[in-house]
């Protein structure tokens, strides 16, 4: 990250929807008093619940930000619906038009797919019990706003759209299987007519640097939804907040953890309501004995869209310099570096022994812009093998390249993609997105080509190359694409449910912990499958 009071400008002259001057801070962590434990349902009466869902307490205001991985094969819509189910919606008398469905997609070709499937999934299993179709919307379709994806500038149009006709706005990713009769049979239960935030709860076990370190007395006390189970608002809670985003215009600030920073908006120092835990759900399997009771559920399982991408088609470039190269570049040897076939080490001095290769760029203590564009113009070079894909990282970034292998198999590297863990700048104020460094960055030779064509440039050799890097492909109208399995912290900065569903790709830091055992613990043990296995579970692009 830049320096506090850093500006930030234009790195090349093509004409752009984000400011052409973004101004960058650097908060200090924030002391937040403690709001109560989350409220969860508990049903007295087969009418509405018996808790309250509004409770009023002081919190500081600490206003702050997938899980991506493969879409089950098959259809929850396969369940048969009992006459039991259909009394029961029935006679709670939630209509199925009411609930409007929110896939969190984006705008890649396979995610675009991927998020058709969900659709058309909720769309065959709806058809099984009722002729009245709910609302399912494509989140990346909506707009040309690239801070849709941030939800609250959605907001507005939500409440606008449907306020007056709808009672639930349901949020869901693109491989949350849904169960949409026992879904239903969740939401019949809750008054409409009042202000719900329905989720699965998560819960930091430590402060952290993600989100700012929020509740540093207490982390495990703020509550707040994973996305992979799904998550609902109810309308009056849906028009309040629009009615507040059109009339206090959201901070221009960073988006993080955006699961994290729509809790904390919502929650608004006490005066609106707390994640409602909902024990339907769920994280687990949908093959698991444990999901019996679930209207949601995930899939552990990596993305399986065919053979994995061959090593010979990836090219790894590690930024490092002089300091680091016998403290951090022996963890990569140690760990990693064997997976991957064609590798560099770049740095300001150059070492044999490594070997490192000295690129003409001075090493800078933040931001690594320089560097980073050079590495750019090398990959495009005969100086190196060519590759459909280049993957930067960090002297301190442990990955697993098997995994990253798999992951790719879904993406065609004939399309400009920009692939990591998603961060944005200033989203509600025409900002941009980009791919954070620390957890790895991954570009096929087209997104590189267009890159580099555009005559787009750092502003200096420390500016930071992630930031940089999001405001050119933001230019260039070339989306960046977001996977949850890359993390920019250490394992112990993210909560353990959401981990649990994951197969990761990726950790960042080696502060406080032992990396060679984070290593072996998180990304040692790749997932491989057979060619069978691979034919079996194969999504078509």
């Known amino acids: 990250m830049p320096p506090a009071g850093a500006q930030i400008y234009s790195p090349f002259s093509v004409k752009r929807k984000s400011p052409v001057v973004c101004f960058l801070t650097v908060r200090k962590p924030m002391l937040c008093e403690l709001p109560p434990p989350p409220t969860q349902?508990?049903?007295?009466?087969?009418?509405?619940?018996?808790?309250?869902?509004?409770?009023?307490?002081?919190?500081?205001?600490?206003?702050?930000f997938l899980s991506f991985f493969h879409l089950a094969a098959g259809s929850s819509g396969k369940d048969t619906q009992s006459q039991d189910d259909l009394h029961v919606i029935h006679n709670n008398q939630l209509d199925l038009r009411e609930i409007v469905f929110v896939i969190q997609s984006q705008s890649n070709t396979f995610h675009?797919?991927?998020?058709?499937?969900?659709?058309?999934?909720?769309?065959?299993?709806?058809?099984?019990?009722?002729?009245?179709?709910?609302?399912?919307?494509?989140?990346?379709?909506?707009?040309?706003?690239?801070?849709?994806?941030?939800?609250?500038?959605?907001?507005?149009?939500?409440?606008?759209?449907?306020?007056?006709?709808?009672?639930?706005?349901?949020?869901?990713?693109?491989?949350?299987?849904?169960?949409?009769?026992?879904?239903?049979?969740?939401?019949?239960?809750?008054?409409?007519?009042k202000e719900w935030f329905l989720g699965k709860p998560l819960f930091d076990e430590e402060s952290t640097i993600i989100h700012h370190y929020a509740f540093a007395e207490n982390p495990s006390i703020f509550k707040y939804p994973d996305f992979a189970a799904s998550w609902a608002l109810s309308i009056p809670l849906v028009v309040r907040l629009a009615k507040k985003v059109k009339e206090e215009p959201l901070k221009s600030d960073f988006t993080i953890d955006l699961k994290h920073e729509v809790a904390l908006y919502i929650w608004d120092n006490g005066k609106g309501p707390h994640l409602t835990a909902v024990p339907e759900l769920c994280t687990v399997p949908e093959d698991s004995p444990q999901a019996s009771h679930c209207?949601?559920?995930?899939?552990?399982?990596?993305?399986?869209?065919?053979?994995?991408?061959?090593?010979?088609?990836?090219?790894?470039?590690?930024?490092?310099?002089?300091?680091?190269?016998?403290?951090?570049?022996?963890?990569?040897?140690?760990?990693?570096?064997?997976?991957?076939?064609?590798?560099e080490y770049y740095s300001d001095h150059a070492d044999p022994s490594i070997p490192t290769i000295n690129l003409g760029v001075p090493n800078t203590?933040?931001?690594?812009?320089?560097?980073?564009?050079a590495i750019l113009q090398r990959f495009l070079?005969?100086?190196?093998?060519?590759?459909?894909?280049?993957?930067?990282?960090?002297?301190?970034?442990?990955?697993s390249i098997p995994r990253l292998q798999?992951?790719?198999?879904?993406?065609?590297?004939?399309?400009?993609?920009?692939?990591?863990?998603?961060?944005?700048?200033?989203?509600?104020?025409?900002?941009?997105?980009?791919?954070?460094?620390?957890?790895?960055?991954?570009?096929?030779?087209?997104?590189?080509?267009?890159?580099?064509?555009?005559?787009?440039?750092?502003?200096?050799?420390?500016?930071?190359?992630?930031?940089?890097?999001?405001?050119?492909?933001?230019?260039?109208?070339?989306?960046?694409?977001?996977?949850?399995?890359?993390?920019?912290?250490?394992?112990?900065d993210y909560a353990r449910d959401f981990l649990a569903h994951q197969v990761?790709?990726?950790?960042?830091?080696?502060?406080?912990?032992?990396?060679?055992?984070?290593?072996?613990?998180?990304?040692?043990?790749?997932?491989?499958?057979?060619?069978?296995?691979?034919?079996?579970?194969?999504?078509?692009l």
């Not at 100086?383 to 442990?398: G, Q, Y």
């Not at 043990?525 to 079996?536: C, G, I, Y």
Request: hydrophobic content about 35%; overall charge neutral; glycine content about 6%.
């Open 504 to 540: 990761p790709i990726s950790f960042h830091k080696h502060w406080n912990i032992d990396p060679i055992a984070v290593f072996n613990k998180w990304l040692k043990d790749d997932f491989t499958a057979s060619q069978d296995e691979l034919k079996s579970a194969k999504t078509e």
């Open 365 to 373: 203590e933040r931001g690594h812009c320089g560097k980073t564009f």
């Open 41 to 64: 349902l508990k049903y007295d009466s087969p009418g509405m619940l018996s808790n309250s869902p509004h409770v009023g307490h002081k919190v500081a205001g600490c206003l702050l």
């Open 112 to 193: 675009v797919r991927q998020a058709e499937r969900r659709r058309e999934d909720l769309l065959k299993q709806a058809r099984g019990f009722t002729k009245k179709q709910p609302v399912v919307l494509l989140l990346h379709s909506l707009s040309e706003n690239e801070g849709d994806w941030s939800i609250l500038p959605l907001l507005p149009y939500l409440s606008h759209s449907f306020g007056k006709n709808s009672s639930w706005i349901v949020f869901l990713e693109e491989e949350t299987n849904v169960k949409l009769i026992a879904l239903i049979k969740v939401l019949a239960k809750v008054d409409k007519n």
């Open 295 to 343: 209207a949601t559920t995930v899939s552990k399982k990596p993305p399986l869209c065919g053979e994995p991408v061959n090593k010979e088609d990836i090219f790894v470039a590690v930024k490092t310099c002089k300091k680091f190269h016998s403290e951090r570049v022996p963890v990569i040897k140690k760990t990693w570096e064997k997976d991957a076939l064609f590798l």
């Open 381 to 399: 070079s005969s100086a190196v093998p060519d590759t459909k894909w280049l993957l930067i990282v960090d002297d301190d970034t442990l990955i």
């Open 406 to 492: 798999v992951l790719l198999s879904c993406y065609d590297s004939s399309e400009p993609v920009s692939l990591g863990e998603r961060y944005g700048y200033g989203l509600s104020q025409g900002g941009y997105s980009y791919i954070t460094g620390g957890g790895g960055m991954v570009f096929s030779r087209e997104a590189v080509v267009r890159l580099l064509k555009s005559g787009c440039k750092c502003y200096s050799n420390d500016a930071p190359d992630d930031m940089v890097l999001g405001m050119c492909l933001n230019a260039l109208g070339l989306p960046v694409t977001h996977s949850p399995l890359f993390h920019q912290a250490r394992p112990e």
